[in-house]
């Protein structure tokens, strides 16, 4: 994964998961920003944070920014 790699964040389902996608790749659910940094960092953007997640213009958010994790 480079810099460039888009990450789409969609939005949250029944159960509160969210689907991470990098480059066109569903990486798991993710119930928190913990969790799509840890998504990121198995991608290959390691030392990455919950503050980076919230932070990337890398990250395209769908159905609401990093703070929405209901459904």
Known sequence: M????PVIVYPPDESGGRRVRVDGA???LAY???D???FL???GLQGWDDL????SSLI???GG???EWTH
Do not use: H, Y
């Open 26 to 28: 569903i990486l798991g």
């Open 60 to 62: 395209e958010w769908r």
């Open 32 to 34: 928190s920003t913990r």
């Open 2 to 5: 480079t810099s460039a790699t």
């Open 52 to 55: 980076d997640v919230v932070r």
């Open 65 to 67: 920014g990093p703070e």
């Open 41 to 43: 960092q198995e991608a």
């Open 36 to 38: 799509v940094a840890a």
